[in-house]
């Protein structure tokens, strides 16, 4: 989502999101855009027999979503096979960008209530969905179970990449514990949008958790000529904390019901070992 767009109000429908995807007819600048991005992430899980990458933001509403749709979307175009997991399991929307049933997901698989990993057909060549399922009481624990590592390590046998949809990072702990089981983090942020704080405290969040932040994107970015997609912009800052000093702390929006600090974050983490 490297263009400008209209807010959606929840629940976001499938046509709107459907418009949010790229496609051939994408402007020239978005797609070269996402084509960018898809060489760095590339490069970075080059070595790697299906490298797993994590899209994730510091708050809500940052465009993290269609961005981790659109960049499996630009992977797949290479005739790679693709995986898109859904695994904001707090607040699912990958299903409607496909128009798909949002049963037997994520959620399901990892709390044990079905053996089978129902992974779902695009409209789109080479990449497949595996949608979130119903809503958990519990997804950061399902996030830290050895239910994902089992996942993970089946799905590596059957794609060449897995991009994951992660919640926020500074609103619930989802992401972070992630971090030792994927390849890296692609860190989106809102221009004009995100405080320089909440960044600063989800890139620390992150690193504390011995994440690998590969990069950031930039998003909707305003640009000079007025036009109706603005001027796009993709930022991707590489291996690279930018946003280094003092934040501030207790910025938490009423979007998830309960917020876990970094000391809960760290428990469930080595619990899961």
């Known amino acids: ?10 629940p976001q429908t499938q046509a709107a999101a459907k ?13 070269e855009a996402y084509n960018s991005i898809r060489a760095k992430l590339l490069f970075t899980g080059r070595g790697e027999k299906c490298p797993v990458f994590a899209v994730t933001s510091s708050m809500m509403h940052d465009g993290k979503t269609t961005n981790a749709v659109n960049v499996a979307i630009s992977i797949a175009s290479t005739m790679k096979k693709v995986l898109l997991i859904d695994g904001d399991m707090r607040k699912p929307t990958v299903h409607r960008y496909f128009g798909l049933e949002n049963k037997n997901g994520l959620s399901e698989i990892l709390a044990g209530l079905t053996n089978e990993v129902k992974i779902r057909k695009t409209d789109v060549e080479n ?12 997804p950061a624990e399902l996030f830290g179970s050895k239910q994902m590592d089992n996942l993970l390590s089946y799905v590596k046998d059957f794609f060449d990449y897995v991009i994951i949809d992660t919640p926020p990072v500074n609103l619930v702990s989802d992401a972070a514990i992630l971090a030792e089981k994927i390849t890296g983090y692609v860190f989106v942020v809102q221009s004009g949008k995100n405080h320089y704080y909440e960044i600063s405290y989800a890139l620390d969040t992150i690193q504390q958790m ?12 305003t640009g000079r000529t007025g036009s109706h997609y603005g001027g796009y912009r993709s930022t991707y800052y590489s291996k690279g904390y930018y946003y280094r000093r003092g934040y501030g702390r207790g910025y938490y929006s009423s979007y998830y019901s309960s917020y876990e600090s970094k000391e809960e974050m760290k428990d469930k983490k080595q619990g899961g070992k």
């Not at 418009?19 to 797609?31: G, V």
Request: hydrophobic share 40%.
């Open 1 to 10: 989502m490297l263009f400008r767009k209209t807010r959606l109000t929840a």
């Open 19 to 31: 418009q949010r995807r790229l496609s051939p007819s994408s402007p020239f600048a978005i797609r």
């Open 127 to 138: 990449l497949h969905v595996l949608t979130s399922g119903q809503i958990p009481p519990n």
């Open 210 to 221: 011995n994440g690998n932040v590969v990069g950031i994107v930039l998003n909707d970015v």
